[in-house]
């Protein structure tokens, strides 16, 4: 599983333009309202609600959008939000795995198949695509707030299945079930996460030229701008030579 490469992990390198910022910032907001309206509004003692705050705090969201982002769970009572997935393929057959955040599921629904039509892709029924993934615990640390042999014997005696760096990140993986436990012992060292989760990671991953990544990229970006899009999961491999200025919008 070391240095695995998925479309999570391609986000985080990218950065975060200031063009796309007010859009990440809307996207953190709706998960961190919907964690605190689904669980408790402290943090400690709501999991869920934890991470996206750890997230929102990483992506330099002032403390006021996150407080009115958990205010909001309580003034709009009525507003629901369903947590959807949503399968299938896109250009060069990549397995996309999405998960979606909306109070609207038919428009939700449509956009995302309209946009995998543009590219020639095909949306598809619940599990044409998720037998390529496994569902596992990730965790990303910038590599500045801990040292590699620090974060490894951490992640090994926590319980992690893997644990690698890279120059700019650590990435701890566990087994789903033991995602909570190991994040509490690394939560005991270091709480600035870059990001932290359940993601749908590929089992096997496909790699492309680069015209035919920067192909599959644009689709990813694609999807990713759309509102009720939390997050996008794809099965490909990013060549070496595909440098970080490549993968900039």
């Not at 609600?49 to 997230?55: G, K, N, P, V």
């Not at 929102?56 to 769970?73: L, T, V």
């Not at 995998?116 to 707030?145: C, D, M, P, W, Y």
């Not at 789903?176 to 939560?187: D, G, M, P, R, S």
């Amino acid at each position: 599983m070391a240095g695995h490469s998925h479309w999570a992990g391609i986000k985080h390198r990218k950065g975060r333009a200031d063009k796309l910022r007010s859009k990440i910032f809307s996207k953190l907001s709706k998960e961190i309202t919907v964690a605190a309206k689904l669980g408790s509004k402290d943090p400690e003692i709501n999991p869920r609600l934890r991470s996206a705050i750890q997230e929102a705090r990483s992506s330099n969201m002032p403390k006021d959008n996150i407080e009115r982002a958990i205010n909001k769970s309580e003034v709009n009572k009525n507003l629901n939000y369903s947590s959807l997935v949503y399968e299938g393929f896109g250009p060069e057959k990549i397995a996309i795995i999405i998960e979606a955040l909306t109070d609207n599921k038919n428009r939700t629904a449509s956009n995302i198949r309209t946009i995998f039509q543009k590219f020639g892709g095909n949306l598809g029924e619940t599990g044409v695509a998720s037998h390529q993934f496994k569902q596992l615990g990730v965790i990303r640390i910038e590599k500045k707030k801990i040292s590699e042999n620090e974060i490894l014997e951490l992640a090994i005696n926590a319980g992690a299945e893997d644990c690698s760096s890279s120059s700019l990140l650590h990435e701890i993986i566990t087994a789903k079930k033991n995602f909570y436990k190991v994040k509490l012992e690394i939560e005991k060292k270091t709480q600035d996460f870059i990001s932290s989760g359940i993601e749908w990671v590929p089992i096997n991953k496909v790699l492309l030229n680069s015209e035919k990544t920067k192909s599959v990229l644009n689709f990813l970006e694609t999807l990713e701008e759309d509102d009720d899009v939390q997050h996008v999961y794809a099965n490909l491999e990013v060549n070496n030579n595909y440098t970080k200025t490549n993968l900039i919008t």
